[in-house]
C-alpha cells in the first residue's frame, strides 16, 4: 500500500521561501513548514517575518533583499548552515509594474527585471553551488498568467517580460541539472486576491473582468496554490521537472 502522508513529508528538509512575509509567499512557508520543513522565510519586512515565525513551528526569519548579493549569500549561509545544504527553494519574492509600455521607464523595466529574474536566478545559483555533489533540490519558481499571455489591460511590459523569462530560464535550469537529481519547476499563478493585484477584487468591474475570462468563474482563493507547492516541493513530483504548473482557473486554458 502507498504511503500517501509520506509522499507529501518534507520531515528533515530545509527549505527557503522569498518574499515570505506576505501573499502567496507566507502560506508558502506556512505549508512547508506544516509538513515539516524548516523553512527559511525571507524578506525586508522584519515585523511581518517575526510575527509569522512567532505564529507558526519551524519558520527561520532572515531579513534579506535578495536585491542585494551579500544579502542573497547570507541567506544561502544561514539555511546551509541548518542541515549542509538547502533542500527546497521557492523563488517568489516579486514586484509587479505599471501596465502602459508608453509610460514604463528603462529603469523602471530594469529594475522589475532585476527582482523578479535576475535576484532569483543568482540565489538558485548561490544555493545550488553550496550544495553537496550528493544532494538533491527541489528549486520552484514562481511565475504568473502574465509570462503566458496577455492580460491588457493589466500586466504591464516589464512585469511580462520578467514572469515569461523565469518560465525560459527554471526550464533551462531543469535541463542543466536534472542529471544532479536537482528538479526545477515553475507555477503560474493566476489572479489572487494579494497585496500585489492591489485593490483587483475590490473595484466590481475588475472582479468581474476575472470572474468573465476564468473557467470557474472566480479568482483564485487564498491557499489554493499550496498544494501545488507542495506537489512540487515533496517526493510526490520526484520524476517531475521542466514543467510549468498553471494554477489559474483555467484562465490559460482558454
Known amino acids: 500500500m502507498?504511503?500517501?502522508?509520506?509522499?507529501?513529508d518534507l520531515t528533515g528538509r530545509v527549505a527557503v521561501v522569498t518574499g515570505a512575509s506576505s501573499g502567496l509567499g507566507e502560506g508558502f512557508a506556512r505549508t512547508l513548514a506544516g509538513a515539516g520543513a524548516t523553512v527559511v522565510a525571507a524578506a525586508r519586512r522584519a515585523d511581518?517575518?517575526?510575527a509569522l515565525a512567532a505564529e507558526v513551528s519551524g519558520i527561520v526569519p532572515v531579513v534579506a533583499d535578495i536585491t542585494r548579493i551579500e544579502d542573497r549569500?547570507?541567506?544561502?549561509?544561514?539555511?546551509?548552515?541548518i542541515n549542509g545544504g538547502i533542500d527546497v527553494l521557492v523563488n517568489n519574492a516579486g514586484i509587479a509594474g505599471g501596465p502602459d509600455a508608453l509610460t514604463e521607464t528603462a529603469e523602471e523595466f530594469d529594475r522589475i527585471l532585476d527582482i523578479n529574474l535576475v535576484s532569483g536566478f543568482h540565489l538558485t545559483v548561490s544555493a545550488v553551488k553550496a550544495l553537496p555533489d550528493d544532494r538533491t533540490a527541489s528549486i520552484i519558481n514562481i511565475?504568473?498568467?502574465?509570462?503566458?499571455?496577455?492580460?491588457?489591460?493589466i500586466g504591464g511590459?516589464?512585469?511580462?517580460?520578467?514572469k515569461a523569462?523565469?518560465?525560459?530560464?527554471?526550464?533551462?535550469?531543469?535541463?542543466?541539472?536534472?542529471?544532479r537529481g536537482i528538479r526545477v519547476n515553475t507555477i503560474v499563478p493566476g489572479f489572487f486576491d494579494t497585496e500585489m493585484t492591489d485593490g483587483l477584487f475590490q473595484n466590481e468591474k475588475s472582479a468581474g473582468w476575472v470572474r468573465r475570462n476564468t473557467m470557474l468563474g472566480r479568482g483564485g482563493a487564498e491557499g489554493e496554490v499550496n498544494g501545488a507547492l507542495l506537489f512540487l516541493a515533496s517526493d510526490a513530483s520526484s520524476y517531475v521537472t521542466g514543467q510549468t504548473l498553471a494554477v489559474d482557473g483555467g484562465w490559460t486554458a482558454k
Open 48 to 50: 511581518r517575518l517575526e
Open 165 to 179: 523569462a523565469v518560465i525560459g530560464t527554471g526550464r533551462e535550469l531543469a535541463g542543466q541539472w536534472g542529471r
Open 73 to 81: 549569500e547570507r541567506l544561502v549561509a544561514t539555511a546551509t548552515e
Open 143 to 153: 511565475s504568473s498568467i502574465v509570462g503566458l499571455v496577455s492580460t491588457a489591460p
Open 157 to 162: 511590459a516589464g512585469y511580462a517580460a520578467s
Open 2 to 8: 502507498v504511503d500517501v502522508n509520506a509522499l507529501f
